[in-house]
Nanobody, 128 residues
Framework: QVQLVESGGGLVQAGGSLRLSCAAFGRTFVREVVGWFRQAPGKEREFVAAITWSWIMSDTYYAASVEGRFTISGENGKNTVYLQMNNLKPEDTGIYYC???????????????????WGQGTQVTVSS
């Protein structure tokens, strides 16, 4: 069983920044995908960003709504992945979830079905 724990959420004004962390307990991330999703009240959970590692390279994927503002990072073989969020907007408000799964590529990584394990989430609130 994989345990993922998110941290770093909070209340911030529009234009501000937050850095979320996703820590895996009892294991490290090796040749898999780690993603961030978010869910606003009354809305479906949506993809935000993902990072994958193969034997020779890593890839990152972003939702169009966060491209250029958010950065996902982490190292293969380590147990923490980060989501740096800059220039936050009120529409970024929601519960942010970390998830992990087997290695995937391109559009596969954007789907909730690619992920087997999920954290409990951390609240991000952006005031206008």
């Amino acid at each position: 069983q994989v345990q993922l724990v998110e941290s770093g959420g909070g209340l911030v004004q529009a234009g501000g920044s937050l850095r979320l962390s996703c820590a895996a307990f009892g294991r490290t991330f090796v040749r898999e995908v780690v993603g961030w999703f978010r869910q606003a009240p009354g809305k479906e959970r949506e993809f935000v960003a993902a990072i994958t590692w193969s034997w020779i390279m890593s890839d990152t994927y972003y939702a169009a709504s966060v491209e250029g503002r958010f950065t996902i990072s982490g190292e293969n073989g380590k147990n923490t992945v980060y989501l740096q969020m800059n220039n936050l907007k009120p529409e970024d408000t929601g519960i942010y979830y970390c998830a992990s799964g087997a290695y995937c590529s391109t559009s596969e990584c954007l789907s909730r079905g690619a992920y087997d394990y999920w954290g409990q989430g951390t609240q991000v609130t952006v005031s206008s």
